[in-house]
């Protein structure tokens, strides 16, 4: 299954910042739609999305046993009603992080940057979902989306905060910050 994020005129969540964190924004656009779809080829409507970005979820990576009996202790669902704001980070690794084998690459995940024990913290308060892109021929290899409630606004900032500290962060060469807002969900929808 794939998850298409595309920016444009309209969609369920309204943009509120748009910013370049490292490298080349993306076109400026006023609201993000959500698709998932067997298909990545959605039609793009020139007239209503300024930009498309597309993922897959895959198996976990760099986690270890301990770790990930640690995140299903704390499940962390995405499309809970009361989390009406949300960030869409898509994120690209630098060519020298793509040379490390797996090995070297989960040291500097996690031994080093301890990007997994930092964020545990946060669940289930702030729910997140990696899409994987780099092997779609996509402009980024992966997108984080998160999702919580407002109250958790400082807490997210908080994490951002960290996550980007680590030396892991060194190796990205090209980093958008979306965040958004939707209305809260009634259970009919």
């Not at 962390?76 to 009361?82: D, S």
Request: charged share 30%; with cysteine; glycine share 4%.
């Amino acid at each position: 299954m794939f998850t298409v994020f595309r920016g444009g005129r309209s969609g369920a969540w309204r943009v509120t910042r748009l910013a370049s964190v490292k490298g080349a924004s993306l076109a400026q656009t006023p609201s993000l739609s959500v698709v998932h779809s067997l298909s990545i080829a959605l039609p793009i409507l020139p007239s209503l999305t300024s930009w498309r970005l597309a993922g897959v979820t895959s198996h976990l990576r760099y986690t270890e046993r301990t770790e990930k009996t640690e995140l299903d202790a704390r499940p962390a669902a995405i499309g809970r009603p009361e989390a009406t704001c949300a960030a869409l980070i898509p994120i690209k690794k630098s060519a020298a992080w793509w040379a490390l084998t797996q090995e070297e690459r989960r040291g500097i995940f996690e031994d080093k940057s301890h990007h997994i024990e930092n964020s545990l913290k946060y669940l289930p308060a702030i729910a997140r979902q990696l899409y994987h892109s780099r092997d779609l021929g996509e402009p980024f290899d992966f997108l984080t989306w998160f999702e919580f409630e407002p109250a958790q606004a400082d807490a997210f900032e908080e994490l951002v905060r960290t996550l980007r500290a680590g030396e892991e962060w060194k190796y990205v060469e090209r980093e958008v910050d979306i965040r958004l807002e939707r209305e809260r969900l009634t259970p009919d929808e």
